[in-house]
């Protein structure tokens, strides 16, 4: 399946790092639909991509008859459902290679910590390593919750353009999970511009009476990902804060680099 013009064979190597190009225009092409939603038109993508119309339909038959695209009836194209099977294997491998990370976070801070993504307009936690506190907090890996009151929540939503957090925010709403819940895009936004500057997110009391969470991203994750530290508001004062968000950010750190893709062998 030819790509382009220097290719007749469907096997054309990439000039950056000798991979088929091919495979990294339809992978390419796919990251694209997820940005944009999941749903595309061909002429969108090649606004974004820059790839001839003709080499972008080739590409998007063979993901279609792969099950990885679907067509629509108005001729647009959604991420397919044999994608889910992919992203669900990877959740879990995302887990266990999250795991010593957070045990080092664990045995340095002495509190609970998680590895949280941004599924839709959901938080989801992916991982977890419980502290050794008899008095501890627990969040069952898989759970999903309103990004406004949790400090994962505005962590991985921290550096997203402000068009898109009200937009998430209306669509969700605000409800208030405690007394201290942020519930307006205001008062959510002025939040998301405290992280920014201090390069941490706090919940305070907010998803849950009397627990304390602070939270950072993991830079460069091929998906926005965040970790953090949670206990009781007693163990988690200002003064443990300090200690806390160096050690976090060292662990966001090292997980960067563990899942960040190896280059490809030559």
């Known amino acids: 399946m030819p790509t382009s013009s220097a290719s007749t064979n469907g096997s054309a190597k990439s000039a950056t790092n000798g991979g088929v190009q091919s495979l990294e225009r339809a992978f390419d092409l796919l990251e694209r639909m997820a940005d944009a939603g999941g749903e ?121 353009p402000e068009d898109e957090v009200r937009a998430l925010l209306a669509r969700t709403g605000m409800p208030a999970a405690t007394e201290r819940t942020i519930t307006t895009a205001e008062g959510f936004l002025a939040a998301l511009e405290d992280v920014r500057r201090l390069g941490y997110a706090v919940d305070d009391n907010e998803q849950e009476p009397g627990v304390r969470c602070l939270a950072v991203t993991v830079p460069g994750s091929p998906t926005v990902t965040a970790v953090s530290v949670s206990g009781p508001a007693c163990r988690m004062t200002e003064a443990a804060t300090e200690r806390i968000v160096p050690a976090l950010q060292q662990v966001a750190k090292d997980l960067s680099q563990t899942l960040t893709p190896p280059p490809p062998t030559t």
Request: net charge positive.
């Open 40 to 160: 595309v038109g061909l002429s969108e993508l090649s606004a974004t991509c820059g790839l001839p119309l003709p080499t972008i339909h080739r590409l998007m038959r063979t993901l279609v008859a792969c099950g990885y695209v679907r067509q629509q009836p108005n001729r647009r194209y959604v991420l397919g459902p044999r994608l889910i099977r992919l992203g669900e294997s990877a959740s879990r491998l995302l887990g266990t290679w999250a795991r010593p990370c957070l045990a080092r976070l664990v045995e340095e801070t002495g509190e609970t910590a998680n590895m949280a993504l941004l599924d839709g307009d959901e938080v989801v936690y992916v991982a977890q390593v419980p502290s050794k506190h008899s008095m501890r907090m627990f969040t069952e890996v898989g759970r999903r919750v309103l990004p406004h009151s949790t400090a994962v929540g505005k962590a991985l939503l921290a550096h997203s």
